[in-house]
């Protein structure tokens, strides 16, 4: 799998778009998925190697809330990857309860909904 960015990279661009209670922490030489942020209604996951980023995992367990917007658009202009794609995607899996996939700037995010209040979005570099 190609490396998105640095986790310290991303955390950078990322935490100066949120609020406090979704900024990513300082995390230590870890390897593997781990669970970065766990802030309901707010899960995100990272697989990291080495201190770089593999694929962001964000998952939301509430449709249209104003936590998942601003999430997602942390990481979107945090790293300058802002594409129609994205929320086109996003609709799309929340209102037609299927998989569908954004592709922009050299990132693919794979948008889940399967059921209302249960949406995953994996972000990874294509």
């Known amino acids: 799998m ?3 960015a640095s986790y310290e990279e991303i955390k950078k661009s990322y935490n100066q778009l949120v609020s406090e209670k979704y900024q990513l922490p300082v995390i230590l030489k870890n390897d593997g998925q781990i669970l970065v942020l766990d802030s309901d ?3 995100i996951t990272m697989d990291l190697q080495n201190g770089q980023v593999q694929s962001i995992q964000i998952h939301s367990s509430k449709d249209g809330d104003h936590a998942w917007d601003e999430v997602f658009e942390g990481f979107e202009q945090g790293m300058g990857w802002s594409s129609m794609n994205f ?23 794979i948008h889940e909904s399967p059921t209302a209040n249960d949406l995953t979005v994996t972000i990874s570099r294509i």
Request: charged share 15%; aromatic share 6%.
């Open 2 to 4: 190609t490396t998105i």
């Open 41 to 43: 209604p707010i899960k």
């Open 87 to 109: 929320y086109n995607a996003y609709r799309s899996a929340v209102t037609e309860h299927q998989t569908t996939v954004g592709k922009a700037h050299g990132i693919q995010a």
